[in-house]
């Protein structure tokens, strides 16, 4: 009956049993939430009215960089922001930005929202203030920046009126590639997917392997829109599409594009009024080359229509960001991301041993070792070099430290994300 005979048969029907079980148990852990938190779904707060007084950003910015450290430009023109809500999106290149956050909430001691127990802040059910660890009506904090499915009246109970909110745009194509290969073994609809090419075959008949309603379908249709609390099965022609890409216009005051990262990066600085120390980079979560599909543009124009709705929230924020970067002024653009080039180079020759990233199996030091998608390795992380100046040891540490690890070094409690990583990486990976 299933191909094998007798004792091959009984044990992978054993495995079989075993991991539907292990399954549902980590389904029941990990998605847990208040029978409240589906009263939300699909609505972007509209208020500040909520938020905590603007005296809490006063007194942060006491920790913040001494103005010996800024050039007198710097000091003149504005103050360092402290108070941040970054947006992080799923597969944008957001956990290269994280750490940049982490890093400088860290040095500045700043007040993180964290969520409790696990990473993210009970994502995919809509994000409510009370997830915040410790919260308590009032409570005012300086950072909110984990992964949540966004309600912007939630978030800004939270934080004081002068939040800076920012987010990341990836092109939507190479998104769903990224999320389809991340995710699909999350995703029971597309474990019937035949062939070599998974991603090929569902592009060729989507509504056959996809359902509004399915478990974890959000990772497979307009999942930037899912991640900003909208309808994701929404038509692209439908009027709340750009009802809702205006409403996210007000709402955030600088997008970011994945495709032009350091542009972005130099935007960012100049709209927090950081220093080109704090936003020094390596990337991280980046794919193996031999992971990624590289598809034709047949299937490129198919999955843009797959994710319409997507496609015009990117085109949206795409021409405002071009809009800053022409308010910027390109030479000066050219000249900074120049100069961020030339600080990261210093820094990787400085931390990374080999200058660049490896796979998984060859970081030696678990501390870098990066989340992994279910079944697989191909996400890359660093070795970090044994005899680095000691004036260095710290920075680059942090450089090199992947979201989980951060957030544990932060003090946050991973006990459910932690379980799930040990099955997914032990039980999970040997059945698939």
Known sequence: MCGFKG???ASLIRGLILWLLLTNIMLVLYCFTNPTQGQNQGKIGSSREDTCPLSMAKLSRKNVTAPSQRT???SEECSPAVNVMFMKTHKTASSTILNIIFRF???HKLKFAFPERRNDFFYPSPFLSSQVKDYRPGDCFNIVCNHMRFDRQEVAK????DTLYVTILRNPVDLFESSFHYYHRMVPLTWRIGGENKLVEFLDNP????SPEAYNSFYLKNLLFFDFGLDNNVEADDPRVMSSIH???RYFDLVLIAEYFEESLILLKDKLCWTIEDIVYFKLNARKTSSVSQLTPEYRAKALVWNKADWRLYQHFNATFWAK???YGRARMTREVNELRRRNAEMESIC???GNAVEAQKIQDRRFQPWQPVGESSILGYNMKDNINPQFRTICERMLTPEIQYLSHLGVSLWVTQLWGWLKDTVFTVFT
């Not at 939270?158 to 009126?161: G, K, N, S, V």
């Not at 509504?207 to 996809?210: H, S």
């Open 7 to 9: 004792k091959k048969c």
């Open 247 to 249: 409403s996210l216009s």
């Open 158 to 161: 939270l934080l004081p009126p």
């Open 352 to 354: 990374i041993d080999g």
């Open 72 to 74: 007198k430009a710097q």
């Open 105 to 107: 909430g860290e040095k």
């Open 325 to 327: 970067v022409e308010s």
């Open 207 to 210: 509504q056959t392997f996809y």
